[in-house]
Nanobody
Framework: QVQLVESGGGLVQAGGSLRLSCAAS????????MGWFRQAPGKDREFAAA????????YYADSVKGRFTISRDNAKNTVYLQMNSLKPEDTGVYYC??????????????????????WGQGTQVTVSS
């Protein structure tokens, strides 16, 4: 089992930047694909970005592509989300998630909520206009 703790959220003006961090417990961090999801008020939780176990592949939602960058440091058990050119529509609670890739058989896209085993508590990001 792994515990995930997000940090780095806050209030920022449109056009600004934030860097989110997610620290994971345990010694098997490199065995998990990692993702960032977000949930705006009154909306479902949606995919933002994901990264493969060794960091060689990254995936982004169209809405954040070119503005957000996901990265990981397996030596520090931490995954990051660098968010630039923030927009008011980026406002929401941002969740870190870990996937073992074993919840079900079949192909994983790592863009869906049900592909992830573990979730953090979330960190609030508010972008003012």
């Amino acid at each position: 089992q792994v515990q995930l703790v997000e940090s780095g959220g806050g209030l920022v003006q449109a056009g600004g930047s934030l860097r989110l961090s997610c620290a994971a417990s345990g010694r098997t961090f490199s065995s998990y694909a990692m993702g960032w999801f977000r949930q705006a008020p009154g909306k479902d939780r949606e995919f933002a970005a994901a990264i493969s176990r060794r960091g060689g592949n990254a995936y982004y939602a169209d809405s954040v592509k070119g503005r957000f960058t996901i990265s990981r440091d397996n030596a520090k058990n931490t995954v990051y989300l660098q968010m630039n050119s923030l927009k008011p529509e980026d406002t929401g609670v941002y969740y870190c998630a870990a996937s073992t890739g074993t919840l079900f058989s079949g192909n994983y896209s790592y863009t869906r909520n049900n592909e992830y085993d573990y979730w953090g508590q979330g960190t609030q990001v508010t972008v003012s206009s």
